[in-house]
């Protein structure tokens, strides 16, 4: 089961309410500067999200990094609305 906290005024919450999936990409330590362009909305621009390659998951069709150490591709069960965030379950 993965859980996770997803800032609801952001493109990615839109996108993953609307579509019902999400790919959750796991980076490698030194890929932390990564993350923080990953945070602003995404631009997909020549083949290219926010600069980084990528292709659609299997399961999903989601973004899957080339960078990523691993990936967990999910399907939305449930979304609890708390706060500024939304805490997405996934099984």
Known sequence: MIV??????????AALKSGGTFALN??????KNLTFALCKPPKLEDGMLSGQSFLCGAFTAQ???????GVVECRVKTIV????HRIVVAP
Do not use: N, R, W
């Open 81 to 84: 609305e708390e706060g500024d």
């Open 26 to 31: 796991v980076l490698a330590k030194e890929h």
């Open 4 to 13: 996770a906290g997803v800032k609801s005024d952001g493109g990615a919450y």
């Open 63 to 69: 973004p899957i990094l080339d960078t990523a150490i």
